[in-house]
């Protein structure tokens, strides 16, 4: 396999070797609701735990808790809901080393994978045909200071940089790196809006006046069922 160069009970715990244990908050089919995937069927493996406190979070539920599974347990899963299309997500999901062997062994099944990562966490080891989808932190996330730029030297065209704006200061920063680092010629690029605080039809005006080579995205998901759905 290439690799990119630049409270649970004590009995189940014991019996799943700590190389294969990942923390899982819950696997589920759903359609894609983000990126340039938006609307294909997908499994979502969602692992536990985060390092960021983003001021507009909308899985703080995901911290804390899970199941610890196998890799082996979570594999079978996912191959019986019969979806090529898998997405590892979390809170962070590479908060956990083990995520790196399940995506390895994900794609040795034929899986398409996706990992929707936060930008905070070192992708350098992230295997070879996994999409990555990496989320920039804008100033008012809170969290801007955990961007880890070294990270923009391991994406490819595959892979997507998106940025979740909850403000005119948000979206003029996002502009600013994407030209200092000429992300579109890179990678796909992509400007979201943190629900319910920025309006996204003025995100749009704001991009096409200053011909940002970027693609306008929502959150699907919180168009077609409630906003605070789980498992969606």
Known sequence: MLIRTAADSPRVVAAI??????????????????????????????????????????????????????????????????????????????????????????????????????????????????HVILDLKPPDSGEVEANLWSNLAHLDRGDEVKFVLASRRDYEWAVAVVREHALADRCEVLFSTAFGLVNAADVVAWMLADHVPARFQIQMHKVIWPPDARRV
């Open 17 to 130: 070797p700590a190389d294969e244990r990942l923390r899982v908050i819950e696997v589920y089919t759903s359609v894609q609701g983000e990126s340039t995937w938006a609307g294909l069927p997908c499994v979502f493996v969602r692992l536990a735990g985060c390092n960021l406190r983003c001021t507009w979070c909308d899985s703080e539920w995901t911290f804390r808790g899970g199941e610890h599974r196998s890799i082996d347990d979570v594999l079978a899963e996912v191959a019986a809901t019969g979806v090529k299309l898998v997405e590892v997500t979390g809170g962070e999901p590479l908060v956990h080393r083990q995520a790196i062997p399940l995506m390895e062994r994900l794609l040795a099944r034929g899986h398409t994978v996706l990992l929707e990562t936060s930008g905070s966490r070192d992708i350098a080891a992230v295997p070879d045909g996994v």
